[in-house]
């Protein structure tokens, strides 16, 4: 079964790709740690659109956890199409006030997870000649953002990675587009236990996602959301 798999589907930007695909009739598999809420929103796509949706409940951070993700769908046939490598988390301050722990974790999952399951899904899309990954990097990632060091850096690696290895497939069919939302109205800046700086002209998830589909469909490797980002991003 073709699928579209989506990490941190549980929430925000992940959640709104899944109900907008789901309405275009993609299968899903939706991929977070809140087991409840990707169990409520497979079945809750699955009536509404009449699509296959199932869930992974899966710490991404954990040792392997990449691989683990992989066999399970590779173990139901699945095969991922799309990958919407989305999950990730921020954290807010003096980077020598923070916990390292913390920015470790966030490395793991912003970069590691990320160029793990980008790796392992692209071996399969090559062998089918076809393939679309999207990779969340961040409007952060065009410059370095001190009391957001360690983010920023992630999402600018985010950018760097996916952008070289979009030219690197466009010879075989597949699609990597690194998506770069400004502040977006989610549970982003509760988990990062921060303020967003400025609340106005903040977008929707769903405004993140039309603006993302419309630039796939492009075969765009850099998609900036929102035209007050845009220009923040050019110049
Ligand atoms: N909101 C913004 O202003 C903004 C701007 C630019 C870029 N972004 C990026 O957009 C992406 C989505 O964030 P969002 O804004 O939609 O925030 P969000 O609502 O907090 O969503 C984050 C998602 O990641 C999942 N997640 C977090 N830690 C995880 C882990 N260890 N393993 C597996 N899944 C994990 C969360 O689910 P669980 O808690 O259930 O695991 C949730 O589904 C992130 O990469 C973020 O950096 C956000």
């Not at 076809?130 to 920023?152: C, E, L, R």
């Not at 796939?216 to 923040?232: D, E, H, L, M, P």
């Amino acid at each position: 079964m073709k699928v579209t798999l989506i990490t941190g589907a549980s929430s925000g930007i992940g959640e709104a790709f899944a109900r907008r695909l789901a309405a275009e009739k993609h299968n899903l598999v939706l991929v977070a740690r809140s087991e409840n809420k990707l169990h409520m929103l497979c079945d809750e796509l699955m009536l509404k659109y009449g699509i296959t949706a199932h869930y992974i409940a899966i710490d991404l951070i954990d040792y392997e956890a990449d691989l683990r993700l992989f066999w399970e769908t590779e173990k139901h046939g699945m095969e991922v199409e799309w990958l919407i490598n989305n999950a990730g988390f921020g954290s807010m301050g003096d980077f020598a006030e923070l916990e390292l722990e913390t920015e470790l974790e966030m490395i793991n999952l912003n970069i590691m997870a990320l160029v793990a399951l980008t790796y392992r899904y692209l071996q399969k899309m090559r062998g089918r000649g076809k393939g679309t990954i999207i990779n969340v990097a961040s409007t952060a990632s065009f410059q370095p953002v001190p009391f957001m060091a360690t983010y920023a850096a992630t999402k600018a690696f985010v950018r760097s990675f996916s952008e070289a290895i979009a030219e690197e497939n466009r010879p075989f069919n597949i699609t990597v587009t690194a998506l770069c939302p400004g502040p977006t109205d989610t549970n982003f800046f509760n988990a990062a236990d921060a303020e967003p700086l400025q609340t106005k002209g903040m977008q929707t998830p769903e405004e993140v996602v039309e603006t993302a589909l419309k630039g796939v469909s492009r075969g765009k490797a850099q998609i900036v959301s929102g035209w007050t980002n845009y220009i923040g991003s050019v110049f």
